[in-house]
């Protein structure tokens, strides 16, 4: 086997740049990591996933933030199995970065609150709640709810990073047990 | 409440943007059908997600397929949790698709592996199996196995649809199981 490959980063450089991405997530609204996806287990036993938008990114503590409406289906999940991945796609990168995390619901404080636009505010509360069937569109009330306000910590556990975008695919997990040291994986 | 808004579109619509969102992915590489994720029930419980290529999509038989290497942890994973989710994430039109499907792993046939490209065969197969700890990339060897060639068929049993890009969020789900005549949802 290939042992000199001339592109192969160090391990380290594959964490960090996970970060490096994640980061404008947050504040930028085209950043690839402005919407991630959050893959749960549903009532029903499956898999479950929706598009999510990234708020907070902490590298040091390993923790990431989304906000939720408390009556969301993925609350109820998140309590019966905090377990979940959060997952990166970056297209034009070709990088994919599998978070798995330990996600709690908690509320959200005033000055999360008071960081929250005006008009997207309207996004936590409403009637009747998320997913509830209705007989038309009109039949749901947007309106905002300052107690349905909530934030989901996701504390992240492990880093399954692939590249598929050089000149072989690269994959390397990083685990918060054995502080971040990684390990790489075969494709 | 408002039931006359205006920018309404009948129920129906919702269930065919979907399908016409769907086909574009099988054969063309920037549509945003392309990439869908694919969420699971992992082995320690949790939910997982990956970024997969739409392969085939069939309205009449509600089915979707996806290629894989027998010896990935999805298909250990499905074979142990056959409800998964495949979500559809439009960026421009603001749209999202849910599929809740049950997903079944089969050989891919002679018919099957002929419309792989060569390059793309060695996606399937090659050594050690995919996730398994390396020294270095390049003790991860690519080849192409006719054998560990997979198809995953995912049959539809209900699809939530989400539309953030109008005048007001609107949501819809369609079940097989009746006939996927579809519900409005609150969003």
């Known amino acids: 086997m290939d042992q ?9 450089d594959l964490l960090n740049d996970v970060w490096l991405r994640l980061d404008p997530g ?8 402005r919407h991630l996806v959050l893959a749960t287990v549903g009532r ?5 996933a929706r598009t999510v938008v990234l708020r907070a990114a902490d590298r040091r503590q390993g923790l990431l933030c989304l906000h939720t409406d408390s009556a969301s289906a993925k609350v109820a999940e998140l309590t019966a199995q ?11 990168a070709q990088v994919q970065a599998r978070l798995r995390c330990t996600i709690a619901a908690r509320p959200g404080t005033d000055e999360e609150w008071q ?15 998320p997913g509830r069937p209705i007989l038309s569109p009109g039949d749901y009330g947007a309106d905002a ?3 349905r306000f ?6 992240v556990a492990e880093i399954d990073v692939l590249h598929l975008g050089g000149l072989r695919h690269l994959r390397a997990r990083f685990a ?3 502080g971040w040291q990684g390990q790489w994986l075969a494709p």
């Open 4 to 12: 000199a490959y001339p592109a192969d980063p160090p391990l380290a």
């Open 150 to 155: 909530t934030v989901l910590e996701a504390e």
């Open 82 to 92: 905090p377990l979940a991945t959060l997952l990166l796609w970056d297209p034009p």
């Open 145 to 147: 709810d300052r107690a």
């Open 115 to 129: 960081r929250v636009p005006d008009p997207s505010r309207r996004a936590y509360g409403g009637g009747p709640p």
């Open 176 to 178: 918060r047990s054995d």
């Open 26 to 33: 947050v504040a930028e609204r085209n950043a690839p990591a």
């Open 44 to 48: 029903g036993g499956g898999g479950e």
